[in-house]
């Protein structure tokens, strides 16, 4: 096993980006942080002080991530930033505002549609998908960030997604169950249907690639559920 140094801080996510890095949040203190291993432990190589209310006031930092060159965070401040690690400084390069907190972000591929006869989104790149406790999944194209590319209300609020085939999602929504979502012709985001027998709050999902089952879990209840959609 391999260990940081006590921090001293409320760690909410962590994922792997690639050649041993990590993007990690840091739910008290407003951070998001990039870590790499490093002999026996796992050391910090770079950090930004990225979500607050105010000054001297940190948001929670909900989520992480990295992709295409950028590291993008979410947090309670509802708000999606994103941040290049190849410039010095704050190098914010987005700011996404929401209506509540961000809870997750996913990198995904596509471009909007330019006119009535593009009927399908190509997949090429640009864009994040995020969820929030406002409880809509959105697109968004960080080209274009002043508004969401697509927005659909899934209710309970938005806790975690996951990508489930190109244009596709699997929503975890909290008192809203687990919900199947796809990119429609046209670019509209579409609820392709919903798992609704968990007893509490719905905060993960995800599918299995070769049986396609999908597992999900659930808060207060303490359970774990396998089950097949469509």
């Known amino acids: 096993a391999f260990a940081s140094e ?19 949040a840091e739910g008290d203190s407003g951070a998001v942080s990039l870590w790499r291993r490093a002999g026996d432990g796992v050391v910090e190589e770079r950090r ?6 105010g000054p001297g006031c940190p948001a929670e930092v909900w989520c992480a991530t990295r992709g295409a060159g950028l590291v993008y965070s979410g947090a309670d401040d509802g708000t999606l930033k994103a941040w290049d690690p190849r410039t010095p400084g704050p190098s914010r390069a987005a700011s996404l505002r929401h209506d509540a907190g961000v809870t997750s972000v996913r990198e995904t591929f596509f471009v909007p549609p330019t006119d009535a006869s593009t009927r399908v989104l190509a997949l090429e790149g640009g864009g994040v998908a995020t969820g929030s406790y406002d409880e809509h999944l959105r697109l968004w194209d960080l080209r ?3 508004a969401a590319v697509a927005a659909l209300r899934l209710g ?23 919900h199947r979502v796809v990119t ?4 509209a ?10 007893g509490s709050l719905a905060y993960g999902a995800a599918r299995h690639a070769a049986t396609r089952v999908v597992a999900s879990c659930s808060f207060y209840d303490r359970e774990v559920h396998l089950w097949r959609d469509g």
């Not at 930004?48 to 209310?53: G, I, L, P, Q, V």
């Not at 985001?189 to 968990?198: E, N, T």
Request: glycine share 18%; charged share 20%; hydrophobic share 40%.
């Open 184 to 187: 429609s012709d046209g670019g």
């Open 189 to 198: 985001l579409a609820d392709a249907g919903a798992y609704a027998r968990h």
């Open 156 to 178: 309970g609020g938005v806790y975690a997604l996951r990508g489930d085939g190109p244009g596709a999602f699997l929503a975890a929504c909290m008192d809203a169950g687990v």
């Open 144 to 146: 274009r960030p002043r």
């Open 6 to 24: 006590p921090r001293g801080h409320l760690f909410t996510s962590v994922e792997w980006c690639g050649d041993g890095e990590l993007t990690v």
């Open 48 to 53: 930004w002080a990225a979500h607050d209310y």
